[in-house]
């Protein structure tokens, strides 16, 4: 249910985009940094999250997030201007949803220790069923109460988040370490902060490669539940078709993630860098033939593709990340990741609103969002190589290095006048050449 509940807050902005759009007689690229702003949050300020886990719970966490996201909602019912918005829409509710969205879909990790991947595709399958159930009651809400009274029953829908926070399971062993009244060795409080400071993961090709595949993917991200309804609207097609395309994706989403997390969990041998690397590729190309006819029925189809194969690579995204980085960095990775993911859905939207402002239609905007998330795959598909890259060069290091290493020799001689002699000689194989000590025993 917070899934639910944060990811249709989250992916179902573009509706009310369509109305500060009317309301405040704006540019799409003008009223777009609401939503992009709100997005962005959710994710650039993910790590502070980790820091308010430590002091006190995921519990508590999701509980202040929830309360802080209600009051954003609140209070952009009385915004006078896009600045306004801004502050309480974007950032202030951001900040609330990043707390519950991504604290909720973690602590799931904790939980299980068999069927993981099954556990967290089931989980992030939330955010596709908020996607299908917002959009369509946002819409209903406006129409009966307008736009102001519909942001204040859902800032009333998300203090419910509060009632869910309060029945999860405390996940002990990560809050003993942090906890100031016990005692514990400092190598071991040493260790749970390295979990969330290892920068030595920003240096490895690797997560060079996932951050910039995290950034195309956010960027596209934004640009399609952003935007999409305000597309519709363009194409002649009315609001509430808009709306409900958005629901279409989010049931396919949902589906799609569903049957990937059962599919990963019984087909084991699977690869899973191909299966997010070509999902991301037919998303992308589905995203990219938006523009070429304006037909309810093909996007209806479109829809399906793209939410079907975006679900299916949002859940491969964790599981990969656990696979590439191990368990020891995945909290950090986690953390960098989304901070990129912050950089893509902030200036994905102003971006696509940009492009409209200068062809005064969505096609250019769709079909170069469309091409940043097929980069999404395309980009993963080097990572064989560069792994093979690193593979090598930690080969070629092995070998080209000298373990220093001691030889004693121990010689017994007897001369012609019957005297034994013993002597000892010790050989050294070191860095900086060969030594030789000769002595007697």
Not at 408 to 420: I, R
Request: proline residues 3%; contains cysteine.
């Amino acid at each position: 249910m917070l899934q639910i509940i944060s990811g249709g807050i989250l992916l179902g902005v573009g509706v009310f985009i369509v109305e500060f759009i009317a309301t405040f007689d704006a540019e799409p690229g003008a009223v777009a940094w609401i939503g992009s702003i709100n997005a962005g949050f959710t994710f650039l300020v993910a790590p502070f999250g980790s820091i308010l886990v430590n002091r006190y719970s995921y519990r508590v966490a999701i509980f202040i997030g929830a309360i802080v996201a209600s009051i954003g909602l609140v209070a952009s019912a009385f915004g006078d201007s896009i600045f306004y918005l801004c502050i309480t829409y974007g950032v202030i509710t951001g900040f609330g949803i990043c707390l519950v969205y991504n604290l909720s879909m973690i602590v799931v990790g904790f939980y299980f220790d068999k069927r993981r991947s099954l556990a967290i595709g089931l989980t992030v399958s939330g955010t596709g069923v908020g996607s299908l159930i917002f959009p369509p009651l946002y819409r209903l809400l406006i129409e009966y109460y307008a736009w102001r009274g519909a942001l204040i029953i859902t800032g009333g829908i998300c203090l419910h988040c509060c009632i869910f926070a309060s029945l999860l399971k405390p996940v002990h062993y990560l809050q003993k370490p942090f906890r100031r009244k016990r005692n514990f060795p400092p190598e071991e409080r040493r260790s749970w902060s390295k979990q969330f400071t290892d920068v030595s993961i920003l240096i490895e090709s690797k997560f060079c490669v996932f951050f910039l595949s995290n950034v195309f993917w956010a960027l596209a991200s934004s640009t399609f539940y952003v935007l999409l309804p305000d597309f519709v609207m363009e194409a002649g097609l009315g609001k509430m078709k808009g709306a409900w395309l958005v629901s279409i994706t989010g049931l396919c989403s949902t589906t799609g993630r569903a049957l990937t997390a059962v599919f990963m969990n019984t087909v084991t041998s699977v690869d899973i860098l191909h299966v997010y690397s070509a999902t991301a590729v037919v998303a992308g190309v589905a995203m990219a033939l938006f523009p070429v006819e304006q037909s309810f029925s093909v996007y209806v189809v479109l829809c399906m593709i793209f939410g079907a194969f975006y679900g299916a690579m949002v859940t491969a995204m964790p599981v990969l990340a656990a696979n590439l980085f191990g368990l020891e960095k995945l909290t950090s990775a986690f953390c960098f990741l989304m901070i990129a993911n912050g950089i893509g859905f902030l200036l994905g939207s102003p971006f696509a609103g940009w492009l409209y402002s200068l062809t005064k239609n969505y096609t250019i905007a769709f079909i170069v969002n469309g091409i940043c998330l097929a980069c999404t795959g395309l980009v993963m598909y080097t990572l064989h190589v560069v792994m093979c890259i690193d593979q090598h060069s930690s080969c070629c290091k092995s070998a080209n290095k000298k373990e220093p290493m001691t030889v004693a020799v121990e010689t017994h001689v007897t001369s012609e006048n019957g005297v034994s002699m013993q002597t000892k000689t010790t050989i050294h194989y070191g860095s900086e050449g060969v030594s030789v000590r000769q002595g007697g025993v």
